[in-house]
């Protein structure tokens, strides 16, 4: 009753400002915002320098961001990205052994290997009915056990071929990042567009009523965990290719596990799945990064950022919370 | 289409000789049954009566030990759901299956979604519901809009025409109201007619006797998984429908009015309340009385007992309770002053559906009361004295029929000893011999010096329990009437004739 | 089905017997692997092993008792490790090895802690954000700004009084030497089972399955819910002075512990999305976690090995749970 009176009063206008759309009004007003603050002090946030830092940065955590949001729209979510990512970048470089002709073979048996890791996580959750958050924990320990047994450090070595990957750039406009984006259009294509989109949302938005729809549920949720393990995998070859070899902790020290569930909810996804998109996780991604930029610019301590972040993380979910509810 | 006209051609579906045992119990026995095109066949029994057993053989959910299954005269088996609406046979369920972030159209064709060339076909899909919502007359519903946006009326249209889009012909719908607000009932009763129109065979299964004699051609009654009757609906009452379903007659269900001679003081009194859905109530409920608030749907009578009970408050007017003035901001401050709410959604609103019956049953003394502000409970005393069903306190209480959840929704209730009690459509969705139960608990209640106001949509209910009927129209009280007021006197005040008239 | 009539005559003694849904897996494994730790380990042959392993295990456990609360009512609290964390290197700062001060920074420890678990419930349940997100908020928040705080790397000492309570014990007669976290620990649980019985506690439970029953029926939804937090809050920071006492200052000292105390709860049968489950489940469920640790150790499986087997326990014990619980799940009511 009071909901159709709501739908009645409400502006027109509202029905644009999705959380996409307000997640990149979000991050012009932060890059104006921060351009200020730094041009305030002599400097300049987007200069090439500022600009490729921002996409460097995002690279990465856009990667494993774009599968977090698949996995997160059918419901679940995974924590095993940041070990995977670390594993990845050792099974890659590790193969190249600084071959260029072994770079195919690595890079094919580095995503199958992630793949693998993915099936495995979405087969716990669907066939034996463990919690995400658990399973994909236990992988996270799992996956953390075999690289503290098998590694000190840094190993394998990535051909000099395979670092133009991380470093190349078009002007300020790195390679990497391209193809970091063409891979969240492709996504996009893939949720809007597709039958396979098309049911990862109604997992998210509701098991059973999905189910009753003869969509066979398990088969889209081990879909989704696959595509996020995938995704991961891209990321940590990308790492590899930066670091020029491979680095059993380069996913955790960075925390990409809590850091994509901060970027997909920032973009606008609901936690509990069903609504959301690729677009708002990549505004999410550029936010924190270009929160990271300005930070670095004016030469904050570093662990003020974690503050901010935090800070920053919470409004947006407030806000998005308040605005749905008012619906 | 007329009811005599149905004998001149084949039905559609035909069941004959249906049996099911579920292990070794048997729940049909020889069951037949016809659905003709263009009618709406009510489907009614008291719980137990296997009434979902026979609506799930039909929609291929479980498989008949025996019988045959015909359509247009050619013997089926459905394996599957799937192979039921291969066959045109569409279930409705009594849950809504939508969601609510995806758009009509979405919905409509979730899991079935045409392709081409590798995408969804998105044009076709929204030319396609554009069309069926079209068919139905529905017009006011955008394929794209979202499911969420659409009121609960709407959203129950969107389900029926996501049952149709398989191209069904028959339509099973299991309780379609329940989870309907009053004033959207009546468009469900449209959309139903024009289904019927178009030529769908309906079966509708329902425990509210109303909409079957509004909706429907014939009735078929199930009592212990055999078939008692079918016939045309105009041929019975609701009389002889009751004696049908719980073989005695409908008075014998409702306990002793209270003594008019002896009403006690009032306990609650509503001047000039009102909020942004009512107006200008005024309303004295004395201890010992049952108070019928009755209504068409919409009129206002669920927000009138929201707003008591500090759901959605009043805004103007005054409050007292015991004869002293207060104001309701919350649930807590109602039930605190000695309200009880029992809601019409029982399970979304009224239980913890996971906790035992132990648990529920002292919810809202937890819940409201400090440790010592109230005396001891004999909890035991307290669930014989509802006559709940149950292996023990410890049982969830999710795994309770229907009839014995409310009556632990009553339990929860009583533990706090309520001065005043608002009962929001205490029968729906339960059988007929827990009605009775509940009647005469609410009577008990009465004559201990509760006072309680109720709301019901079944008029033969509210009349015999109520020992005055108030009729709401509009948001607004019309009128009050005495101990066993006619239907017509009620319905004419709830239309709104003798206000005009005046 | 039998009348309530039939089953009055259960004692309130016999139903207070019956294990809460979903505990007794917990039990079995915490049993086998107590069994499995006697036949390893000498140490265990006598009362001070097993008293060793639960002074080992007392922050986690008392950790798992706080998050059980937010658990059951339907939310999560990842704030707990950084908070655990943030505690001790505060107090390190606040003490500076001044015995003096160790009367006033327990207490201001215990407050902080509620502090935080106040904002954490305030925020989650008046802006309507996911306490997931809240408190994975919080968690940054906390890293951040204590390290911004002390500079990057710990300061200060913790006094000797501040840190017996982790460490040290008092001796009783036949089991030897007591020590002051297992009779802290024990005081806790004894509490925590109290508080479950009581009303509030039931609230809490009856909040995680229905909301809208319990405040229509009355209840403070929000304050309740707000109360789990809190609770958490003093639960990481009670851990925190064990911590400290018995492993001293460490930037890393509550790493990781947030996703330990989650796994230790749902090792005990407690759903997560909340309405079930015991919190002596839960605490069984933390007692497990260390007991298994100290079986791998026992065992000279390395630190590696050590995660992996974890993992699969974890993965196996929830499976386990899950699918067996499933299987009773018959189809009822028929008509």
């Known amino acids: 009753m009071s909901a159709a009176t709501l739908v009645r009063t409400r502006p027109q206008w509202t029905r644009f400002a999705t959380p996409a759309v307000s997640v990149y009004v979000a991050l012009v007003l932060l890059l104006v915002v921060g351009s200020v603050l730094v041009g305030a002090r002599g400097g300049m946030l987007l200069d090439q320098g500022g600009i490729l830092n921002i996409l460097t940065r995002s690279t990465a955590l856009g990667l494993v961001a774009i599968g977090q949001t698949m996995v997160i729209l059918t419901g679940k979510l995974d924590l095993s990205v940041a070990y995977l990512i670390g594993l990845c970048s050792l099974i890659g470089a590790e193969t190249m052994a600084g071959d260029p002709g072994m770079i195919l073979p690595a890079v094919l048996l580095t995503l199958a290997c992630a793949a693998g890791v993915g099936l495995v996580n979405g087969l716990v959750v669907t066939k034996l009915k463990v919690n995400a958050f658990i399973a994909t924990l236990g992988m996270a320990l799992i996956i953390r056990g075999y690289l503290e047994n098998a590694y000190t450090g840094p190993a394998g070595e990535v051909p000099r071929v395979f670092q133009h990957l991380g470093y190349d750039r078009i002007g300020p406009v790195p390679i990497s990042a391209l193809l970091m984006l063409a891979l969240a259009a492709l996504a996009w294509w893939f949720l809007t567009r597709t039958r396979g989109g098309y049911h990862l949302y109604a997992v998210g938005g509701d098991e059973e009523v999905a189910r009753f729809s003869g969509i066979r549920t398990d088969r889209v949720v081990v879909l989704a965990h696959v595509l996020c393990s995938v995704a991961a995998g891209l990321a940590g070859l990308f790492l590899a290719s930066r670091l020029g070899s491979g680095a059993p902790w380069v996913g955790t020290d960075a925390g990409y596990d809590l850091e994509s569930i901060a970027a997909v909810v920032l973009g606008g996804t609901l936690l509990a799945g069903g609504r959301g998109g690729v677009a708002g996780t990549i505004g999410g991604v550029l936010i924190l990064a270009t929160l990271d930029t300005t930070f670095d610019d004016l030469g904050v301590t570093p662990f003020f950022k974690d503050v901010v972040r935090g800070a920053v993380l919470i409004a947006a979910v407030a806000l998005y919370a308040r605005r749905r509810g008012l619906r | ?502 | 089905m039998t009348g309530m009539n039939g089953t009055t005559t259960t004692t309130g003694a016999g139903r207070r017997l019956r294990l809460a849904d979903g505990t007794a897996p917990v039990l079995a494994v915490l049993a086998v692997l107590l069994v499995a730790l006697a036949f390893t380990g000498p140490a265990y042959s006598e009362p001070a092993g097993y008293l060793a392993l639960l002074k080992r295990a007392a922050p986690l456990m008392i950790l798992a008792i706080g998050q059980y609360f937010v658990i059951v009512s339907g939310g999560f609290d990842l704030s707990v490790g950084s908070l655990v964390t943030a505690e001790v290197v505060i107090a390190a700062r606040l003490i500076d090895g001044d015995e003096a001060a160790t009367l006033w920074v327990i207490p201001f420890v215990l407050g902080f802690g509620a502090l935080i678990g106040l904002v954490n419930g305030l925020i989650t349940t008046q802006l309507l954000v996911p306490s997931f997100i809240v408190t994975l908020g919080m968690l940054l928040v906390l890293d951040g700004a204590v390290f911004l705080w002390t500079g990057g790397s710990p300061r200060g000492a913790l006094s000797e009084s501040f840190r017996m309570v982790g460490r040290e014990g008092f001796d009783v007669p036949l089991i030897g030497q007591l020590p002051w976290s297992v009779l802290l620990l024990t005081a806790l649980v004894v509490a925590a089972v109290l508080f479950m019985r009581g009303g509030t506690g039931r609230m809490l439970v009856a909040i995680g399955d229905n909301q809208t029953a319990v405040r229509f029926g009355g209840g403070h939804v929000e304050r309740v819910r707000t109360l789990a937090f809190v609770l958490s809050g003093t639960s990481a920071a009670i851990a925190a002075v064990l911590l400290g006492g018995f492993a001293g200052v460490s930037a890393q000292v509550g790493d990781g512990l947030e996703f330990r105390v989650i796994t230790a709860v749902v090792l005990g049968g407690v759903v997560l999305g909340g309405g079930r489950g015991s919190v002596v489940a839960a605490m069984a469920g933390a007692l497990t976690l260390e007991a298994l640790f100290s079986l791998l150790n026992l065992l000279g499986i390395s630190g590696g090995l050590e995660s992996t087997v974890q993992g699969v326990i974890i993965i196996a014990a929830v499976a386990y749970a899950s699918v067996g619980r499933s299987k009773f799940r018959t189809r009822k009511g028929t008509s």
């Open chain 2, 1 to 502: 289409m007329s009811v005599t006209g149905l004998t001149d051609e084949a039905p559609v579906v035909r069941l004959r000789g249906i049996g099911k045992q579920f292990v070794g119990n048997p729940v049909l026995r020889d069951v037949d049954l016809d659905l003709y095109a263009g009618e709406v066949h009510a489907l009614v029994g008291e719980n137990g009566a296997g009434k979902s057993t026979l609506m799930k053989i039909l929609a291929g959910v479980h498989q008949p030990d025996s019988g045959v299954i015909e359509v247009d005269g050619r013997e089926m088996s459905f394996a599957s759901p799937r192979a039921a609406q291969a066959a045109g046979i569409s279930i409705v369920h009594q849950e809504f299956n939508l969601l609510g972030d995806r758009s009509v159209a979405e919905n409509i064709y979730l899991g079935r979604e045409p392709v081409r060339r590798g995408q969804v076909d998105r044009k076709r899909m929204e030319a396609d519901t554009a069309g069926l919502l079209d068919w139905l007359g529905e017009r006011g519903i955008s394929p794209r809009t979202l499911v969420r946006r659409l009121p609960v009326a709407q959203q129950q249209v969107v389900e029926i025409v996501k049952a149709l889009s398989t191209d069904a012909r028959v339509l099973a719908m299991d309780e379609p109201t329940a989870a309907l607000a009053d004033h959207e009932v009546e468009l469900l009763y449209d959309l139903v007619r024009r289904l019927r129109e178009r030529g769908i065979a309906i079966l509708y299964v329902s425990h509210r006797l109303r909409e079957v004699f509004d909706l429907s051609q014939r009735i078929t009654v199930l009592k212990d998984g055999e078939l008692v009757t079918c016939r045309p609906t105009r041929e019975l009452t609701s009389d002889q429908l009751v004696r049908h379903m719980v073989g005695r007659p409908l008075e014998a269900l409702f306990p002793d009015r209270a003594d008019p001679e002896a009403p006690g003081e009032v306990q609650l009194a509503l001047r000039g309340a009102g909020n942004e859905r009512v107006h200008d109530i005024d309303l004295e409920l004395r201890a010992g009385e049952i108070v019928g608030l009755a209504g068409l749907q919409g009129a206002g009578r669920s927000a009138v007992a929201r707003a008591i009970s500090g759901v959605q408050p009043f805004t103007e007017g005054t409050v007292e309770l015991g004869g002293a003035a207060v104001r309701i901001r919350s649930p807590r401050t109602a039930v605190r002053r000695g309200v009880a709410y029992v809601t019409e959604d029982r399970k979304g609103e009224g239980l913890a559906l996971r906790q035992s019956v132990r648990d529920n049953a002292l919810l809202v003394r937890r819940a409201a009361f400090g440790r010592r502000s109230l005396g001891r409970l004999d909890l035991a005393a307290l669930l014989r004295s509802v006559t709940v069903l149950a292996r023990s306190e410890d049982q969830e209480v999710r795994r309770l029929s229907g009839g014995n959840q409310q009556k632990v929704v009553l339990a929860k209730w009583l533990a706090v000893e309520p001065k005043v009690l608002v009962v929001d459509e205490p029968t729906r969705g339960i059988d007929v011999g827990a009605k009775q139960t509940v009647y005469e608990l609410l009577r008990g209640l009465a004559r201990e010096g509760v006072a309680i106001l109720m709301i019901s949509s079944e008029l033969p209910e509210l009349i015999g329990m109520s020992d005055r009927v108030i009729v709401m129209h509009d948001g607004r009280i019309a009128g009050a009437l005495p101990a066993g007021p006619s239907e017509e006197a009620v319905m004419a005040l709830a239309t709104g004739h003798e206000l005009e008239a005046a």
